[in-house]
């Protein structure tokens, strides 16, 4: 057992956050009290190898390992979780999946656009009555010519109000359930497509674009499915096992920027003419939020290895994910009181993480449905 990274990953760990520190730092307290997606920062993380970090080169990738990939995400997520979620959508959920289950043709069209940052794609599965209850997804697609006519509304979908390219789960034959749903690739701008932002604002991630799409009769052809008809839940799975793995790295990040940000606030702040990091209960909540970072850390990166062996890791993201978000949540709580009422404000970042940490409770599978996963995973089937 070798815990000690390569100087590949440490190079590719670098990189990330020198890239987070000079592109992303400067504006994330704007856009966040804007509530702005900067469209002009996508080239620049493609350029920096962020979009296609896991992708094969021949794609324009970089063919990083899934360890050097959740190294990089940590980085992002302790700067920016809007952006560390930009990245794992574009790259988990559309690049890793289209990568997996795209034709040839599909792959060599979109990829190199979505690596490079060019295009920006968005991932389209949840509905107003479909959540964690993804199977029972109401959007249809019905048979028309040689291909199909899509009818429905997704709402939360992360850069769906800016793509180019949006993967769209439909259900092909509602009379089989789970098993008619079938993944589609729609332009963004395909007629019968209308975009509005989401209702009210968001709590977190108020850097990244959250709409809701209503597909009205959009058609698409027989070259626009995407594994197979019929094959879109395991399609939505597959993107979800990657996505969540990208989201427990970023929750990673979130918790090292509330340890880093107290480390130094506990060093310098003074009350009772000592430093505030010498009273023993400020001591106990640095101590605690180091053990849950180190432990999350390894959680995710463990995912990451098995995935890079080529083993099943399906429980070990979803044990990572859920443990990373609920440390990522505590820690930031803890960031915001140890800051007293300073970080109570925006002037400090540390009430961006607590609801940006939020955020990563939610999506991608909620904390029940990951705690629900691994029991499940434990338990087993019975046998009758
Ligand atoms: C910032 C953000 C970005 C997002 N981006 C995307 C995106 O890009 N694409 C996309 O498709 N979706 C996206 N989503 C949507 C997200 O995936 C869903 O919100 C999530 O799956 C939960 O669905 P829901 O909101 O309908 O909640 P519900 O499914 O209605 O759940 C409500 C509550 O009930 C609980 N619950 C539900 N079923 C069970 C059960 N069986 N057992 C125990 N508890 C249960 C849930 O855990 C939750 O606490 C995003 C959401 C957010 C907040």
Not at 24 to 33: F, G, N, Q
Not at 278 to 298: C, I, N, P
Request: aromatic share 6%; charged share 20%; net charge negative.
């Amino acid at each position: 057992m070798d815990f000690g990274l390569s100087e590949q990953d440490v190079a590719v760990q670098a990189a990330a956050r020198a890239f987070a520190t000079e592109h992303l730092a400067p504006a994330a307290r704007r856009a966040d009290e804007d509530g702005s997606f900067d469209a002009t920062r996508v080239p620049l993380l493609g350029e920096a190898g962020l979009l296609g970090g896991p992708i094969d080169p021949a794609y324009g990738g970089r063919g990083w390992t899934h360890i050097q990939w959740v190294l990089a995400l940590m980085e992002l997520g302790a700067v920016d979780s809007s952006w560390r979620g930009f990245a794992t959508v574009q790259t988990c959920l559309c690049g890793m999946l289209l990568e997996r289950f795209g034709t040839d043709a599909q792959k060599s069209t979109l990829l190199p656009q979505l690596t490079a940052g060019s295009s920006v794609f968005a991932y389209a599965l949840t509905e107003p009555e479909a959540g964690t209850d993804v199977a029972s997804l109401r959007t249809t697609a019905t048979a028309d010519g040689d291909g199909w006519t899509l009818d429905g509304t997704k709402h939360w979908i992360t850069n769906g109000g800016v793509a180019d390219h949006v993967l769209v789960f439909a259900n092909a034959d509602p009379d089989a359930g789970k098993n008619g749903i079938t993944c589609f690739l729609v332009p963004g701008d395909a007629a019968g497509l209308a975009r509005a932002p989401v209702e009210g604002r968001e709590l977190g991630h108020r850097a990244s674009d959250h709409a809701t799409l209503t597909f009205d009769g959009v058609r698409v052809g027989p070259g626009d499915v995407g594994g197979g008809v019929g094959g879109g839940f395991e399609v939505a799975m597959g993107g979800l096992g990657e996505g969540r793995l990208g989201v427990a790295a970023g929750a990673v990040g979130i918790q090292q920027a509330a340890l880093d940000q107290c480390l130094d606030w506990t060093r310098t702040r003074r009350q009772f003419g000592r430093r505030i990091g010498d009273f023993q209960l400020v001591q106990s909540d640095l101590s605690e939020m180091y053990a849950s970072l180190e432990s999350t850390r390894l959680l995710t990166l463990k995912a990451a290895w098995q995935r890079d062996q080529g083993e099943s890791n399906h429980r070990a993201v979803s044990v990572a994910k859920w443990a990373a978000c609920e440390a990522a949540v505590t820690a930031a709580d803890r960031a915001v009181l140890l800051h007293g009422a300073r970080g109570y404000t925006s002037a400090y970042p540390v009430e961006r993480l607590l609801r940006d940490a939020k955020g990563l409770q939610i999506y991608e599978g909620t904390a029940h449905i990951q705690r629900i996963i691994i029991a499940r995973d434990l338990l087993g089937k019975e046998s009758r």
